[in-house]
């Protein structure tokens, strides 16, 4: 089975094909421009490469629940020549195939839970800290979607006591995505995340930001496993500084083992890598094929 995946970044679209072990046979890459630029490659990528399902995992924020007019949708966003683009339907009109959709960070975090890090696990939050930061919500089995869709990413935070730094977000100014996202880090310190040496300050006041957004999405959700990805956490060395961190705050007031005992399997980088947010697309896509393939009637 050949099934479609569309990674719908900000910053670049990633459109590929794959089957149902989770194996990436095929995929392209090239920058988000306007819509129409952009959308017209999508098609023509899948004009050439025939599929039965189309996963989507979309920046956003997106309309996502189903019977409301602006499912499908791209939204409110800022980003030029994007808000209230019917995503789906364009595609709809070329394609009629089942579609799967959701925002890329929930996408990722399916994946993670079909194929990767949370395999055979019932929830888990899937983070991603780049240009912005996502944080994709999958609890007692489902996505979660809500009123809108989870915006983990502007969650206020408390300010690092040796933090003078204003925040970048547009909308809160330092909000987690406006302190910590990767945008933050350079504007903070006058330097790209990756000039920095691996022993700097900027790491240690990273991760005080990203374990108190943790802390509080433990305490609020319970999550069987966090998955960190996106480019600043190829920064390795954030990855002890934050479990340190979260178990600073908690301060053993979860008492769970994977926490106590074993948090190096307990908050960790995505197992599908790289591929996380087009893996994940995909098993969205697998899941919308597997749905319409089965009798209504079928409990
Ligand atoms: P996007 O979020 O745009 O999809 P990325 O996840 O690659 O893409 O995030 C890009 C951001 O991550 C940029 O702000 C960049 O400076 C930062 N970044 C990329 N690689 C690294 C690295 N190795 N170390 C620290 N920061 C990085
Ligand atoms: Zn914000």
């Given at each position: 089975?050949?099934?479609?995946?569309i990674?719908a970044?900000?910053?670049?679209?990633?459109?590929?094909?794959?089957?149902?072990q989770?194996?990436?046979?095929?995929?392209i890459?090239?920058?988000?421009e306007?819509q129409?630029?952009?959308?017209?490659k999508?098609i023509?990528?899948f004009r050439e490469?025939?599929?039965e399902?189309?996963g989507?995992?979309s920046?956003?924020?997106i309309g996502?629940?189903?019977?409301s007019?602006?499912?499908?949708?791209?939204?409110?966003?800022p980003?030029p020549?994007?808000?209230?683009?019917?995503?789906l339907g364009?595609?709809k009109?070329?394609f009629h195939v089942p579609y799967?959709w959701d925002t890329?960070?929930?996408?990722?975090?399916?994946g993670?839970?079909?194929?990767g890090?949370?395999?055979?696990l019932r929830?888990?939050?899937?983070?991603?800290?780049?240009?912005g930061?996502?944080?994709?919500?999958y609890?007692?089995?489902?996505?979660?979607?809500?009123?809108?869709?989870?915006?983990?990413?502007?969650?206020p935070?408390?300010?690092?006591?040796?933090d003078?730094?204003?925040?970048?977000?547009?909308?809160?100014?330092?909000?987690?995505?406006g302190?910590a996202?990767?945008?933050?880090?350079?504007?903070?310190w006058?330097?790209?995340?990756?000039?920095?040496?691996s022993?700097?300050?900027a790491?240690?006041?990273e991760?005080?930001?990203?374990?108190q957004?943790?802390t509080?999405?433990?305490?609020?959700?319970?999550?069987?496993?966090i998955i960190?990805?996106?480019?600043?956490?190829k920064?390795?060395?954030l990855?002890p500084?934050?479990?340190?961190?979260?178990?600073?705050?908690?301060?053993g007031y979860v008492?769970a083992?994977?926490?106590?005992?074993?948090?190096e399997?307990?908050?960790?980088?995505p197992r599908?890598?790289?591929?996380?947010?087009l893996?994940g697309?995909l098993?969205?896509?697998?899941r919308?094929?597997k749905?319409?393939?089965t009798?209504?009637?079928?409990?």
């Open positions: 089975m050949r099934i479609g995946a990674e970044g900000g910053t670049k679209f990633v459109c590929g094909v794959g089957n149902e989770g194996v990436i046979e095929h995929s890459s090239f920058p988000t306007q129409e630029a952009t959308l017209g999508v023509d990528y490469n025939q599929v399902a189309i989507i995992g920046f956003g924020p996502l629940h189903p019977g007019p602006l499912y499908g949708f791209v939204t409110t966003t980003k020549g994007w808000a209230n683009c019917d995503f364009i595609l009109q070329e799967g890329d960070v929930n996408a990722a975090a399916y993670e839970s079909v194929w890090a949370a395999k055979g929830s888990c939050l899937y983070y991603t800290i780049g240009t930061i996502g944080i994709g919500v609890a007692e089995g489902q996505l979660v979607h809500g009123l809108v869709h989870p915006e983990g990413g502007h969650v935070v408390k300010r690092h006591p040796e003078s730094f204003g925040g970048l977000c547009p909308y809160h100014g330092d909000c987690l995505e302190m996202a990767g945008p933050a880090l350079e504007a903070r006058g330097k790209k995340g990756y000039e920095l040496s022993d700097h300050e790491w240690e006041m991760a005080y930001y990203i374990a957004s943790i509080g999405a433990i305490l609020m959700l319970s999550p069987e496993k960190l990805g996106g480019g600043v956490m920064q390795t060395q990855f500084l934050v479990r340190e961190a979260v178990r600073r705050n908690l301060n008492s083992v994977e926490i106590t005992d074993h948090i399997h307990y908050i960790v980088p599908l890598g790289e591929q996380a947010g893996c697309a098993a969205l896509g697998l919308a094929y749905q319409a393939h009798p209504t009637n079928a409990v």
